[in-house]
């Protein structure tokens, strides 16, 4: 089953949350959770790498911003400078709505935030927002 939504999010218990949310709304969506900036690189833009994303890119990103190894903008900068991936919606995961005046990332487009926990109401809003509510399988 191609992977639909990538969530790139260090902490395990807001990573809980998040499958929570979705599975407590029936959305079935298939998801690929990643640990750390470093991983999300890897699974974007390696193809020697046999769990990556390689032909078909998932419909969404949801991005935490302070991740290990790799921060969430230089993550992505570089998703975003590869041909392949740009075009991929990303919405950042803030810790809370004044962080988001705090995000200057000149280069980077940033099509939503959602504060952390992620909130399914929020989340299917912001999914409506940015024009992806057919991408959601419920």
Known sequence: MDIEIVLIEDDANDAE???RAF??????????????GEEALDYFLNPDNEDSAGSTNPQLI???????KVDGKEVLRQIQQN???ASIPVVVLIGSESEKEMIDWPGC????FIVKPI????????????GLHWALKE
């Not at 599975?23 to 750390?36: A, D």
């Not at 949801?62 to 290990?68: E, N, R, S």
């Open 83 to 85: 041909s392949s991936t």
């Open 23 to 36: 599975k407590k709304n029936q959305l079935i969506n298939q998801i690929q959770w990643l640990k750390n």
């Open 119 to 130: 909130n399914f109401l929020k989340f299917n809003d912001t999914v409506k927002e940015i």
């Open 62 to 68: 949801l991005l935490d911003i302070a991740l290990p």
């Open 109 to 112: 487009r940033i099509d939503s």
């Open 17 to 19: 949350l998040a499958f």
